[in-house]
């Protein structure tokens, strides 16, 4: 076992209890005041010079060392999720309604680990960023950030971000050059009919009907219009009409969630929705509104930092611990706004695989469910894994 990883797990119990407060106290996006009082608290205590306020609860924690000239950015996000916890743990969230069911409290608790290490025993020449994100669960908590001023005011060479996936085994890491996640696009269809007595539908224009067709109808483009090698996927993921059994409404909303791995796909799916939707609509005689909402870009990992990355996932873990290339990630992470504007690498550390999930480990779960819970084994791993890769960065 590589010496660092040893380190981090004698040093790793003041996380894992600092990891647990997070989740029994969580915030939501751009409402993280306790979260980053206690982060920026740390980092001032332990010698980081903080800047706060970038994005509202936003933080970044700077430390220099030497006169090296490279700046090395390392990213963890801040908030929970609207979700009432059912896990039952001692630590579980003490909110109504809020809950970590992401990990991030694993991801701050991860980052802080490493940096009160690098801190004190770091060897290292240049300057590192720690960059905590509020708002990533579909907030853009990292756009905001860059909005005002995040890498003016922070230049970095790279930077480099972890999530935690249940599904493969602890501690195992995933990386992958290119497109890794997809895309998302949120969009609201909004259905306006004439509503009447659910007796004499002769004599009312159904949004239900009209809507139920064009959410069998939207199946239809990823498995005709996109080609079998492309990535798409459109969920419906609401459907919101009416309140009365024998009562036609007037009106009907669908919520869409869009996802792809291209632009020439987002595009190609984004025109068919919209002649589908107003195809559709029209013949059942209702109106068709298309809302587009807030979305995040393809996460795209520049390639030399990938191979970066996973030559310090090599050297922490072995061979038999990393994979790469992984497979892409259908899900989105606004990490992609950064990795737009600076070159970097997203990837991803194992939170327990299927072994975990039938012996009922909260960890082993899929991520925004109410009995999920952070894989502590992580907190180790993961810091180590910022340490060395710092350590190599900025040399």
Partial sequence: MHQLLLAMQERSGEFVSLRRDFHQH????????????????RLTDWGYHVTRGLGGTGLVGQLRRGSGSRRLGLRAEMDALPIQEASGLPHASRRAGIMHGCGHDGHTAMLLAAAKYLAGDGRFDGTLNLIFQPAEEGLGGARKMMDEGLFEQFPCDAVF???NLPGIPTGELHLRAGAAMSSS????IILTGRGGHGAMPQH???????????VTGLQSIV???VAPLQMAVITVGAFLAGDANNVIPDSATLKLSVRTMDRQTHDLVKRRIAELVHAQAASYGVQA?????????VLVNTVAETAFATDVALALVGASKVVAPAAPV??????AFMLEAVP????FIGNGDDDDAAAGAHWACSVHNPQYDFNDANIATGSAYWVLLAERFLV
């Fill in 223 to 225: 498995s005709r219009n």
């Fill in 185 to 188: 696009e949120n969009i609201n």
């Fill in 161 to 163: 971000a972890m999530h």
């Fill in 26 to 41: 969580p915030e939501l996006g751009f409402e993280e005041v306790r979260t980053s009082d206690i982060v920026a608290q």
């Fill in 204 to 214: 009312a224009a159904d949004p239900v009907v009209a809507g139920a067709a064009i």
């Fill in 289 to 297: 509104e298309i809302v587009h909402g807030r979305g995040y870009p």
């Fill in 330 to 335: 259908t899900a989105s992470e606004d990490f």
């Fill in 344 to 347: 970097g690498c997203y990837l």
